[in-house]
């Protein structure tokens, strides 16, 4: 995977094209595993259905529970893909 960068925003886009060719499908499931809400880039057009966003606005202690879930939901959709 990997993390694309603006100059100065607090929203992460992570390219999960190699995990998921359906964005949407990945969120739902990070969603119900986790209990994550992340935002699948298919709805922002483009090739946005290579991505998740992300939105890093919130203290690091939640910045940092919510990477530990992302880990956790891609690994466990990953083993049942």
Same mark, same amino acid.
């Given at each position: 995977?990997?993390?694309?960068?603006?100059?100065?925003?607090?929203?992460?886009? *992570?390219?999960?094209?190699?995990? =998921?060719?359906? +964005?949407?499908?990945?969120?739902?499931?990070? %969603?119900?595993? @986790? $209990?994550?809400?992340?935002?699948?880039?298919?709805?922002?057009?483009?090739?946005?259905?290579?991505? *998740?966003?992300?939105?890093?606005? =919130?203290?690091? +202690?939640?910045?940092?529970?919510?990477?530990? %879930?992302?880990? @956790? $939901?891609?690994?466990?959709?990953?083993?049942?893909?």
């Amino acid at each position: 995977m990997k993390i694309v960068s603006g100059p100065a925003t607090y929203l992460l886009w *992570l390219d999960v094209s190699i995990v =998921s060719a359906n +964005s949407q499908e990945l969120a739902d499931y990070i %969603r119900k595993e @986790t $209990g994550l809400i992340v935002s699948p880039g298919i709805i922002y057009r483009g090739n946005g259905n290579k991505f *998740l966003r992300l939105n890093l606005a =919130s203290p690091i +202690s939640m910045v940092e529970d919510g990477i530990s %879930r992302l880990i @956790t $939901g891609i690994k466990k959709y990953s083993k049942n893909s």
